[in-house]
C-alpha cells in the first residue's frame, strides 16, 4: 500500500499470528524470538478465541525486544461461513459478553473435532487420542489443524494443507461446525470489551458470492473498525479492491501474516501494517489493555 513506505527505516509491524495456545507451532516465546530474527519490530499476538498466550507476552517482549500487541482472532459465523475478526487491545477479563462467547466456541470445538474424528475414524486409521498427542500443552483451543496433525502422524496425508484439501474441507464428509457468534455480535462484543475489531483475510469471505459485501455493509454499521487487506489469501485485484471499500467507508487498513510456525507457509513480516494504523488502533481501544513496548 502507499501508505507503507519502502525506506527501510519504517517500523515493521506484523497484526495477525498464533501460537501453541490455538493452532500455531510456537510458543510465545520462541514466537518473539523468531519476530526478532525476521526483522519485526512489533507483533500481535492473535490467537484463535483465546487470551492464554497474552500473560506470556511481558517476559516474551523484554526477551525479544520486539512489541507485542495483545490481541485474539474471534470466530464468528454467518450462514455456515466463517468469519474470523481480529480484536486488539479488548479487556481480557472473564465477565465480558466476548469472554463468554469465546469460552462458548472453545467448549463447542471439542465436541466437534471429537465428532469429526469419530466420523474420519470409520475411513481412517486416526482415534481421538492420536489428535490429543498432537496438541500442545498450552492449547486452549482445539481446530482442525491439530486434527491434521494426527492425520500426518498416521500417513494418511503429508502435510497441513494436504489435510485439508483431502480430507477436513467443508464441503467433505467429515466436516462437523462448531458453534460461533454471528459476525455482528463479534463486533459488537469486541467494541463492549474496549477494542478494536478488525475482519481478518476478507478475502476469504467475499470471494464466492456477493451477499457478503452486504455483510461487510452490515459489520461496519455494527462498529467494525478494519480491514485486513494485506494477507497472503488475498490476490491483487483482491486487496485492491478490499483497499478500496476500506477508504471508502472510512475503515483502517491492516496488513499480517497469520503466521503458525511450521503448521502453515506463512512467513513472519510477510504482510505489515502501517505504523500510524498501530497509532489509531492504541487510540480508539478503550480498555486498560495497552501495547507492550520493550
Ligand atoms: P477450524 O477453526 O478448526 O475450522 O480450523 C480452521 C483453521 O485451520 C484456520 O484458522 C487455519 O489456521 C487452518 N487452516 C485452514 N486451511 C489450512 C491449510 N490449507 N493448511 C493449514 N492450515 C489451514
Ligand atoms: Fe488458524
Ligand atoms: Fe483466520
Ligand atoms: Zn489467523
Redesign the pocket.
Known amino acids: 500500500m502507499s501508505e507503507r513506505s519502502d525506506s527501510g527505516s519504517t517500523q515493521r509491524i506484523d497484526l495477525h499470528s498464533?501460537s501453541t495456545c490455538s493452532?500455531g507451532t510456537t510458543s510465545v516465546h520462541e514466537l518473539f524470538a523468531q519476530a526478532r530474527a525476521a526483522g519485526l519490530d512489533a507483533l500481535a499476538l492473535t490467537d484463535?478465541d483465546t487470551v492464554a498466550g497474552w500473560p506470556d507476552l511481558p517476559a516474551a517482549v523484554a526477551a525479544s525486544g520486539v512489541t507485542a500487541v495483545p490481541g485474539i482472532e474471534v470466530?464468528s459465523e454467518d450462514q455456515s461461513r466463517?468469519v474470523h475478526v481480529l480484536a486488539f487491545l479488548v479487556d481480557p477479563s472473564e465477565d465480558s459478553e466476548l469472554a463468554a462467547e469465546m469460552a462458548r466456541a472453545r467448549a463447542s470445538?471439542i465436541e466437534r473435532a471429537r465428532r469429526m474424528v469419530e466420523l474420519i475414524s470409520a475411513d481412517h486409521p486416526v482415534t481421538w487420542e492420536d489428535v490429543t498427542a498432537q496438541v500442545a500443552g498450552d492449547t486452549t483451543v482445539i481446530?482442525?489443524?491439530h486434527i491434521?496433525d494426527a492425520l500426518v502422524a498416521a500417513g494418511v496425508v503429508p502435510d497441513?494443507?494436504a489435510a485439508?484439501?483431502e480430507v477436513l474441507r467443508p464441503s467433505g464428509p467429515y466436516y462437523v461446525p462448531y458453534y460461533a457468534p454471528s459476525p455482528l455480535d463479534a463486533v459488537r462484543a469486541i467494541r463492549e470489551a474496549g477494542g478494536v475489531s478488525v475482519l481478518a483475510h476478507p478475502g476469504s469471505v467475499t470471494r464466492d458470492d456477493d451477499l457478503p459485501l452486504e455483510l461487510l455493509e452490515q459489520m461496519v454499521q455494527a462498529g467494525l473498525d478494519g480491514l485486513e487487506v494485506d494477507h497472503r489469501e488475498h490476490g491483487g485485484t483482491e486487496t485492491a479492491r478490499l483497499g478500496e471499500f476500506a477508504r471508502r467507508h472510512d475503515l483502517l487498513i491492516t496488513g499480517g501474516s497469520d503466521f503458525?510456525g511450521t503448521?502453515?507457509p506463512n512467513r513472519l513480516g510477510e504482510h505489515l501494517t502501517a505504523p500510524h494504523v498501530l497509532e489509531e488502533i492504541e487510540a480508539r481501544a478503550t480498555s486498560g489493555t495497552r501495547v507492550l513496548r520493550p
Open positions: 498464533h493452532d484463535h470466530s466463517s470445538r481446530g482442525r489443524p491434521a497441513r494443507s485439508f484439501t503458525h503448521g502453515k
